[in-house]
């Protein structure tokens, strides 16, 4: 909604309430009618989601992980070590909300195929054109520092989320047994 309203383009309805969508089979976690725009503004507040996703999971990890893993040791056992610790599953509870919600729909990507035939025609004409981009190796090195980053937190993401799978597939078929073992 804020990249619409920066892009000037008129929002609606706003709904952060999921709801099970019975055509599509779906869960819609929630929705924002937007008006016609033209591709490109269409398709930047498509894909915003996606990218403030990636830009939250990028700060958690390097302002939160980073410093929280250097400090847990476990050779003394404190309130400090149990409030890192909970630090720690906030954390991953966030790191699991956010990762799971930051994707765009089918709706919000249906104009993205003007601005990426654009994209692709600028690239192709520049590279043909032997125009280079160079950076600074500065700047190399914090691009670089930014994908680590960034890489690490998404590697936990899948990780928590290959835990909640697990937990949740276990915790199913407990509940079956113990339905069939009342019956």
């Not at 949740?168 to 069939?180: A, D, G, M, P, V």
């Amino acid at each position: 909604m804020l990249i619409a309203e920066v892009l000037r383009v008129k929002t609606g309805q706003f709904n952060f309430t999921p709801q099970i969508t019975s055509e599509e089979k779906r869960i819609r976690v929630g929705s924002l009618q937007v008006a016609k725009t033209d591709p490109i503004r269409r398709t930047l507040i498509g894909l915003a989601p996606a990218i403030v996703g990636l830009v939250i999971i990028f700060y958690l990890t390097n302002s939160l992980l980073f410093p929280l893993t250097s400090q847990l040791t476990i050779k003394q056992f404190s309130n400090s070590a149990i409030n890192q610790f909970l630090l720690l599953a906030v954390y991953c509870y966030s790191l699991f909300i956010i990762s799971n919600t930051m994707f765009s729909s089918k709706k919000d990507l249906e104009a993205a195929l003007f601005p990426l035939i654009l994209f692709f025609l600028l690239t192709a004409s520049l590279w043909m054109g032997n125009f280079h981009i160079s950076l600074s190796q500065k700047a190399f090195n914090k691009l670089v520092l930014f994908f680590k980053t960034l890489n690490k937190g998404l590697s936990l993401a899948i990780l928590t989320d290959l835990f909640m799978l697990v937990i949740l597939s276990l915790s199913q078929i407990l509940i079956k047994q113990r339905n069939h073992n009342q019956n």
